[in-house]
């Protein structure tokens, strides 16, 4: 079984650079039956049994690194050692050895030696790239009027490295799944996908940073980079200027747009703006280097960028149970789902707008996302009524008070009312509503009017 780069770098080989299946073969030592596999598949990430290797010191892992951080303020002389930190873990139930700690305590050293790293502060190195090598990715806070709310936004931006082309495009979160909606929207406006994406290590790339250029990359955002084909490159901690050309973007942007930004009714009104605007600055943006606006040397640059595939299907899986009640759970908010699934496991995949409910591989129903910056209220639950037509059938007198069915259309509400007034109304009403599972519900609301 191979691993995510493994696989990414097959993919590049292939179809991006053209080479045959023996060189691919060559080059890896894996079977050319194995690399054809793969490649027939069409799948960017391999799909295997996820290996855990539990370590005992993660139980004491935040403490450990706590004391590390204390003792690293104190003088010399006062600081415990390795031994008595393992010793006061032992205190606490720590059943490892000694060894674990010292090799916890050596890593928490040395990213704390590169994060404090200051030689050379000051002395950059001017960096040139060619057509279709490389962009830019970084996060950035700004604020915008949204439905009449002064918003906080987490505007993602991408630039690109030769003719710097530039595209923004806001959220209300920065997690993975806006991270994956940001790059299909970004490569559809920039036109291409480069060979090489420059990232700094952001929590939704890099699970972790080892020494030097090492990284443990997050497996879904591999995932997104295989089926791209681009290579992920990521800057040392500390090292904004590897990626300068972004960051100046980020400063750019808050005098060009956002300080002459105007309310907007959504965050979809948003984003169509900023994506107009940053296409129009392209226009009026002289290119500096090379002759001609940013648009010029982007139209040229176009021409050395690999085509857009297919947009990455890019969610975040959560496994959920639903309650008795027939909902869902996710964000403070609640989501309901057909009754038939009432009490049992279902998928609730993530997107950056949207959730989808999936039992046994087929969807089963979608909501619109809801997503609220403030954390003190009770939060919302969406009802879809025909979800919950089933157990009308059996329980018709919920009709009257159930809170899914206060959002009935405005004509089965007439009709509901009407029947009501007479014996049995109520379930005379359900039967009309059962006609939804079976028939077009324009047409039961066209007879139902």
């Known amino acids: 079984m191979i691993d995510v780069a493994t696989l990414s770098v097959i993919r590049r080989w292939a179809l991006r650079e053209q080479l045959s299946i023996r060189e691919i073969a060559r080059r ?10 793969y490649l027939r598949a069409g799948e960017a990430e391999p799909h295997y049994a996820k290996r855990v290797s539990p370590s005992k010191l993660d139980p004491f892992a935040l403490k450990l690194a706590g004391w590390l951080k204390t003792e690293a303020g104190r003088s010399r002389k006062l600081r415990r050692t390795v031994k008595q930190m393992h010793a006061d873990l032992q205190a606490l ?11 916890f305590a050596r890593l928490w050293h040395e990213q704390r030696l590169v994060a404090q790293q200051t030689t050379g502060r000051g002395t950059f190195v001017p960096l040139a790239f060619g057509p279709g090598e490389a962009f830019q990715f970084d996060w950035s806070e700004d604020w915008a009027v949204i439905a009449g709310v002064r918003t906080k936004l987490q505007v993602a931006h991408f630039k690109l490295s030769h003719s710097r082309a530039f595209y923004l495009r806001a ?3 920065q997690t993975h799944e806006m991270l994956f909606d940001a790059h299909n929207h970004a490569f559809a406006v920039l036109g291409g996908v480069p060979r090489r994406g420059i990232y700094d290590n952001m929590r939704t790339a890099v699970d972790r940073v080892r020494r030097g ?42 005098h060009r747009l956002w300080q002459v930004v105007s309310p907007f009714p959504s965050l979809p009104d948003l984003n169509a703006w900023l994506q107009e605007r940053c ?19 982007w139209a040229q640059e176009r021409a050395a960028l690999m085509p857009v595939p297919r947009p990455f299907d890019g969610f975040v899986e959560h496994t959920k149970r639903v309650s008795p009640t027939c909902l869902i759970h996710f964000e403070r908010n609640r989501y309901s789902v057909p009754a038939s699934y009432a009490n049992r496991p279902v998928s609730l995949r993530v997107y950056a707008a949207r959730l989808v409910v999936v039992a046994e591989g087929q969807v089963i129903c979608e909501h619109q996302r809801i997503i609220e910056r403030n954390h003190h209220g009770a939060g919302q639950t969406v009802y879809d009524w025909r979800h919950y037509l089933a157990v009308l059938q059996r329980k018709p007198g919920a009709l009257r008070n159930g809170a899914p069915f206060l959002e009935l ?41």
Request: proline share 4%.
């Open 279 to 297: 296409v129009a600055l392209w226009h009026e943006i002289e290119h500096g280097r090379l002759p001609g606006t940013v648009a010029d040397v």
């Open 28 to 37: 890896t030592g894996l079977s050319r039956n194995t690399i054809r596999k």
């Open 409 to 449: 259309p405005a004509a089965f509400k007439r009709l509901q009312a009407n029947l009501l007034k007479q014996p049995g109304g109520d379930r005379e009403m359900v039967e009309i509503l059962a006609l939804v599972l079976h028939h077009d519900e324009q047409a039961v609301l066209v007879g139902a009017d």
């Open 93 to 103: 139930g720590y059943p490892g050895s000694y060894n674990r700690v010292a090799a």
């Open 171 to 173: 959220y209300l979160l």
């Open 213 to 254: 250029k090492e990284r443990d990359v997050n497996a879904r955002f591999a995932a997104m980079v295989s089926h791209f084909l681009f290579e992920a490159e990521f800057c040392n901690p500390a090292s904004g200027w590897e990626k300068g050309q972004v960051e100046k973007n980020v400063r750019d942007a808050r």
